[in-house]
């Protein structure tokens, strides 16, 4: 059975020459979005991936602009708002040491280096210089990690844990 990884979600169409606005999930844009690659469309009412091959690539404020071989108007792609991009996993590539791919981290279970565990990690925030992992806490409380050097010591995506030396006032 195929896995498939999202890459990012059809918002809108942008002008008139079947260009569509992406709201990308991929750390890795500009090599993901190269003329040439093959994308998957998933529609909410189909269970059927469209396969697209990249015509051209550009950003534009804050979206990844698409368009496809075959797809020239409006017309054409008015039809993929809504749709998610995905991949498959022959198509991630290899990370160097210390990177992970985000459906990697999320899931994971957090614990301090006391073997205190303090929650799963339920999404990742990306809002500057570095990555920070939300954990839903076990108190149902959310507790935000910054991913940095200092504080995260230990990802073992394989056993899906995650050792942190937490700073003074980040668990309270």
Not at 144 to 155: A, G, N, S, T
Request: hydrophobic share 35%; glycine share 8%; proline share 4%.
């Amino acid at each position: 059975m195929e896995k498939w990884f999202n890459v990012g979600k059809i918002v809108n169409t942008h002008g008139i020459k079947g260009e569509v606005r992406v709201i990308s999930r991929t750390d890795f844009a500009n090599e993901r979005y190269q003329p040439g690659n093959k994308l998957y469309l998933f529609m909410p009412d189909s269970n059927e991936p469209t396969p697209l091959i990249i015509k051209s690539h550009r950003v534009h404020k804050s979206f990844d602009l698409l368009t496809f071989e075959g797809f020239d108007n409006v017309n054409d792609v008015e039809k993929m708002k809504g749709g998610i991009l995905k991949v498959t996993e022959e198509a991630l590539g290899k990370l160097e040491e210390n990177e992970f791919y985000y459906h990697e981290i999320i899931g994971c279970t957090v614990f301090t280096t006391e073997g205190e565990s303090l929650g799963r990690i339920t999404e990742i925030l990306t809002p500057g210089a570095n990555d920070v992992w939300v954990i839903k806490g076990s108190r149902g409380k959310e507790i935000l990690i910054p991913y940095i050097e200092d504080i995260v010591k230990d990802v073992n995506v394989q056993d899906r844990k995650v050792v942190i030396e937490p700073m003074e006032g980040l668990l309270s």
